[in-house]
């Protein structure tokens, strides 16, 4: 089963307007976080925002805010007023507690690419 | 600059020979991991260090890899036969964090270096 899902390929936004990234997550630890990452063209992943299991509160960075729903296990990324250099790959990722070695490691969705246009 | 760092950028191949890329981290990480992206997809991880400890290996790193972190500053990657379908970017990451078994931290941030992009022909 995939740990991360991230079911939209690709997403269109006109600058200025908010987007939404959505993201489902699939575990059975207590304890994991979320992070979502962009990767532009260049390649490099750059992070983003964090959202820990036990956190009470949507995360918030900037423009970036964290739609968090535990029941329901999924953590949307929210862009506020798209700019054009926002148009990148994102991925959403998880990193759990392994009980049995207690190293964790990141796990990545597949991305949606989002084009913002002007 | 001192964020991640890898060499080559790219590299491009012919099927059997054998490569080797570089990762130096950020100077004071003690996390070092390797990942590898193909098109279309994710990065998939397989393998971190912490400090000069190869502490976990995934499935997909086959007996044609090997990875080594010899003084837990930077690391290599090397590829010994190299196939097509090795042809992907492979892209390095690192952590601070808190070391065993007594903390485990799931909210630190790994920073990624821009990857080698392999091509495999």
């Known amino acids: 089963a995939q740990k991360i899902t991230q079911t939209q390929p690709g997403m269109f936004v006109q600058e200025k307007e908010a987007v939404t990234l959505d993201c489902t997550y699939d575990?059975?630890?207590?304890?994991?976080?979320l992070f979502w990452y962009k990767q532009p063209s260049s390649g490099e992943m750059i992070f983003l925002i964090y959202?820990?299991?036990?956190?009470?509160q949507n995360a918030t960075e900037g423009r970036y805010s964290l739609n968090f729903q535990k029941a329901r296990k999924s953590a949307n990324l929210v862009i506020s007023a798209s700019q054009l250099g926002d148009s990148a790959m994102y991925f959403c990722?998880?990193?759990?507690?392994?009980?049995?070695?207690?190293?964790?490691?990141?796990?990545f969705g597949k991305g949606t690419m989002l084009l913002v246009s002007p | 600059d001192t964020g991640v760092s890898q060499d080559p950028r790219h590299k491009i191949t012919k099927r059997g020979q054998n490569v080797t890329f570089r990762c130096d981290p950020i100077?004071?990480?003690?996390?070092l991991y390797w990942y590898r992206q193909t098109l279309g997809q994710g990065p998939e991880f397989l393998t971190y260090?912490?400090?000069?400890?190869?502490?976990?290996k995934s499935r997909l790193l086959s007996d044609r890899f090997s990875a080594e972190r010899p003084k837990g500053s930077f690391s290599t990657l090397e590829i010994q036969r190299t196939e097509q379908g090795d042809s992907a970017m492979y892209l390095c990451?690192?952590?601070?964090?808190?070391?065993?078994?007594?903390?485990?931290?799931?909210?630190?941030?790994?920073?990624f270096g821009q990857g080698t992009r392999l091509t495999v022909v």
């Open positions: 990451a690192s952590s601070l964090e808190g070391g065993d078994y007594e903390i485990l931290t799931v909210n630190t941030e790994a920073f």
């Open positions: 575990t059975s630890d207590p304890s994991y976080g």
């Open positions: 959202q820990g299991s036990y956190d009470q």
């Open positions: 990722a998880m990193r759990e507690v392994r009980m049995n070695s207690g190293y964790s490691t990141l796990t």
């Open positions: 100077s004071e990480h003690n996390r």
């Open positions: 260090f912490q400090n000069e400890a190869q502490l976990e």
